[in-house]
């Protein structure tokens, strides 16, 4: 992949996140972080909505069903990883529920919110 395909990688992505992140607020969430690195692992969006604490994972794909099998279950460790150190880092967001979400984005259509995509015991 060339520089030139990265950045528009990047950039799509980035796009793709801003989308979530707005359906998600439509939705009655509050945003709580973006794109949260750790080593080991990448979080696109954190929220909060009453005491559920979400950890979304944000994917961009031409189809719908490509995007709906996009998160691996390696992907998914890396996730949990992050959301580990996020929950080190503000103990007193641990006592809420916990839950791991997927915004699938599509061109020229709504983003989709998947609640609960996948489970991972972060204890």
Same mark, same amino acid.
């Given at each position: 992949?060339?520089?030139l ?8 992505? !980035?796009? &793709?996140? $801003?989308?979530?992140g ?7 969430? /509050?945003?709580?972080a973006? #794109?949260?690195?750790?080593p080991?692992?990448?979080i ?8 559920t ?9 031409a189809?719908?069903a490509?995007? !709906?099998? &996009?998160? $691996?279950?390696?992907q998914?460790r ?5 959301? /580990?150190?996020?929950?080190? #880092? ?6 809420l529920?916990?839950r ?16 609960n995509?996948?489970?991972?015991? !972060?204890?």
């Amino acid at each position: 992949m060339s520089k030139l395909e990265r950045q528009a990688a990047f950039r799509a992505g !980035l796009n &793709a996140e $801003t989308r979530a992140g707005w359906l998600l607020r439509l939705k009655g969430y /509050r945003l709580l972080a973006r #794109r949260f690195k750790v080593p080991g692992g990448e979080i696109d969006l954190i929220a909060r909505r009453g005491g559920t604490l979400v950890f979304v994972e944000v994917k961009a794909r031409a189809d719908v069903a490509v995007a !709906l099998e &996009a998160i $691996t279950p390696g992907q998914q460790r890396r996730i949990a990883t992050a959301a /580990r150190a996020w929950l080190a #880092r503000h103990p007193d967001q641990a006592l809420l529920v916990q839950r791991f979400d997927a915004v699938f984005v599509t061109p020229r259509r709504w983003p989709r919110h998947q609640a609960n995509w996948f489970e991972m015991d !972060l204890g």
